[in-house]
Structures are given as structure tokens and as C-alpha cells.
């Protein structure tokens, strides 16, 4: 087994892998949280989202708080549970070295 085995493909881009680190250590968050938190514009934080809800990582919710919409985010047991392989094979990895 090679010790890049359990990387994931899906946490490849600075911005999914800070929303996952995030969402790892908060409950949830919603939208403006994540954007001032990485630094991103919308459309990057939209995007990023769209790509780790499409794998089943995180789950979104929409509502609307008064009358602005709100959209917040959170880890599935399954986006938890390969976030954390994928923590674990990076640090295999750097100890190798």
C-alpha cells in the first residue's frame, strides 16, 4: 500500500480543505463565516461548497433570518470521518520525510 493511499482527491484545494478544517471544529457555519475566515469571494466559497456537498462531505441548509437569506454548513458523518484519513495519511507522509 502506497503512503499516499488514503489523500483525498476532494480536499486537493486550499479552500475545501478550509472548509473542512472548520467544519471539523465548529458545529456549523454559515456562508459569510467561511468567506471572512479563508479570505474568499463568493463564488469561490460557492463552488468549493458545491463540490464537497456533491461527494456527500458537508450538508446545507438554506433558510431565511428576517428576510435575508442564510446558508449554513456542516460535516456529514462520512465528510468527518474522510477528513480524518485524509489528516492522518498527511502526516504519515511528513513523518517520512
Known amino acids: 500500500m502506497s503512503i499516499i493511499t488514503n489523500i483525498n482527491k476532494a480536499f486537493d484545494h486550499r ?5 473542512m478544517s472548520i467544519l471539523m471544529v465548529n458545529e456549523y457555519a454559515d456562508f ?6 479563508l479570505g474568499a469571494t ?3 466559497i460557492a463552488s468549493h461548497a458545491k ?3 456533491k461527494v456527500e462531505y458537508i ?4 433558510q431565511f433570518i428576517g428576510r435575508k437569506p442564510n446558508t449554513r454548513y456542516s460535516t456529514t458523518d462520512l465528510g468527518r470521518a474522510e477528513f480524518k484519513k485524509h489528516i492522518n495519511a498527511l502526516e504519515k507522509l511528513i513523518n517520512k520525510s
Not at 479552500?15 to 472548509?19: D, E, K, S, T, V
Open 42 to 44: 463568493d463564488g469561490n
Open 15 to 19: 479552500i475545501r480543505l478550509g472548509i
Open 51 to 53: 463540490a464537497l456537498e
Open 59 to 62: 450538508k446545507v441548509e438554506k
Open 32 to 37: 459569510n463565516m467561511l468567506k471572512e475566515l
